[in-house]
């Protein structure tokens, strides 16, 4: 294994980290196996998080990497600008035949962000296309997350994420989010109230006019701002209200298809669907970057109707369907097949979710959620300062060696859907461990 720590960390501005911190204390992993990784001191790491959401089926896939290697040696790229190779096609259609009923036809693009920017611009293609140009208006949620694009932060509902980039997108509005720590806190799976808040939806409506909105975005399970689990009857109000004036719904499932609550997708696991998903993450097991936007026949069945020969839709990327992508993603979907790694997360998730709530009564814990193989414990802020405590949390779990998340003072625990009932054990004695160790 190669232990070298580059002598240089300033040129790689990394994303969505203090980079100056992590500069002068770095945390490098050089390698990844099953459900660890290995740091450049040698030292194993438990992988409580999947990478980011995202490795579902563990580190270090044999199968996925000979499928790479394979696909760079026959055929290292094609376009699909107008020529195009089988294994996107067979890719797609393995996806929409694990999607519930409609959701037929896949856009691929490179990440969960250019799958939303996609799907958002379909919708406002499709009102054109149906004869409804003026429903232009996008309606995001509180809280939520839809990448990093000028798309993906409008419609989000991430302050820190938008404060910063004045020249958002304009026609925008969003719902109230549904976690409430007065009335849902500790909840285990669902929580039984706030099913109501999906009537917001009726209020913007009500302002706005039904023949303005073209589509609202929600991530069915909100990963990223600390695991909010969809309220027993929200999602199925969210889609009546939807299809009573004709708004289309997406579901940002970048997080939560392939197996993370325990299903392919959670439009399966809550038996709602969408007219748009958003997929990426878990699509090549996150070995090769790739996303797509998941549209509904009866969506795409308008773009259809342009006239022959015409290109229905101006949109795509370089890198839509590459090959090794579409290898890879193709390995990645044998895996969760055959190895059944879906029903393995749901068989898996009530002892998850005992390991999790056990962390109730560790000092600052004000709450615990849960669903499928995703969990958040929310910490009290340390004197007002946001993520300072969560922060601590999880750089002292890395030391003691499991890799988790926090975002604002949440942490976020999401496990490889391979994890044995050990691995848990383990990363909650690391969680528990680090919380008695800060102040
Ligand atoms: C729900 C959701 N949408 C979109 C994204 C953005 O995906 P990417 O980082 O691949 O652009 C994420 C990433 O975590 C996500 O959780």
């Not at 696909?71 to 290292?76: E, K, N, R, V």
């Not at 208006?137 to 990093?148: E, N």
């Not at 499932?253 to 696991?269: D, K, N, P, Q, Y």
């Not at 779990?397 to 490889?416: C, E, H, M, N, Q």
Request: hydrophobic share 45%; charged share 20%.
């Amino acid at each position: 294994m190669d232990t070298a720590i580059p002598n240089d960390l300033e040129a790689f501005w990394m994303p969505f980290s203090p980079n100056r911190a992590f500069k002068a204390d770095p945390r490098l992993v050089v390698k990844g196996q099953g459900v660890h990784y290995w740091t450049t001191d040698g030292r194993r790491i438990l992988d409580g998080v999947s990478g980011l959401w995202c490795v579902n089926a563990g580190h270090g896939r044999p199968e996925i990497a000979e499928a790479i290697s394979a696909q760079a040696l026959a055929l290292d790229y094609a376009p699909s600008y107008q020529v195009a190779h089988p294994k996107a096609f067979e890719l797609a259609n393995r996806v929409s035949a694990m999607m519930p009923g409609g959701l037929d036809h896949v856009f691929f693009t490179n990440s969960g962000s250019e799958a939303v920017d996609s799907a958002l611009k379909i919708t406002l293609a499709y009102h054109k296309a149906n004869g409804q140009a003026s429903r232009t208006k996008l309606i995001g949620r509180s809280r939520g997350f839809h990448g990093a694009g000028f798309g993906g932060i409008s419609v989000g509902g991430m302050q820190a994420n938008r404060k910063d980039y004045g020249n958002l997108l304009s026609d925008i509005d969003h719902l109230p989010h549904t976690h409430s720590l007065e009335h849902n806190a500790f909840s285990k799976g669902q929580p039984e109230w706030g099913a109501h808040l999906a009537g917001a939806l009726e209020d913007l409506v009500y302002l706005h006019g039904a023949e303005t909105i073209a589509a609202v975005i929600v991530e069915p399970m909100a990963g990223s701002t600390g695991v909010l689990v969809p309220p027993v009857g929200y999602l199925e109000r969210l889609r009546e209200i939807c299809t009573r004036h004709g708004i289309l719904l997406i579901f940002d499932e970048v997080i939560t298809a392939f197996g993370r609550l325990g299903a392919g997708s959670a439009a399966e696991r809550f038996g709602v669907t969408p007219d748009l998903m958003c997929i990426a993450k878990g699509l090549t097991n996150a070995t090769v970057p790739m996303g797509a936007a998941i549209v509904h026949d009866d969506v795409h069945a308008v773009f259809m109707d342009a006239p022959d020969g015409a290109t229905e839709l101006y949109h795509g990327y370089t890198y839509s369907g590459h090959p090794v992508a579409s290898a890879a993603g193709l390995a990645a979907l044998d895996i969760y097949a055959r190895e059944g790694l879906f029903q393995r997360a749901a068989d898996l998730a009530p002892y998850f979710e005992d390991a999790v709530h056990g962390l109730r009564g560790c000092p600052h814990v004000i709450d615990i959620r849960n669903i499928g193989l995703a969990a958040g414990i929310e910490l009290e802020p340390r004197g007002g300062v946001p993520s300072k405590r969560a922060h601590e949390v999880f750089v002292e779990a890395f030391k003691s060696g499991a890799l988790i998340r926090y975002t604002g003072d949440v942490l976020a625990l999401s496990p490889p859907l391979i994890a044995e009932k050990d691995h848990i054990d383990q990363v909650a004695a690391i969680v528990k461990s680090a919380l008695e160790a800060v102040d």
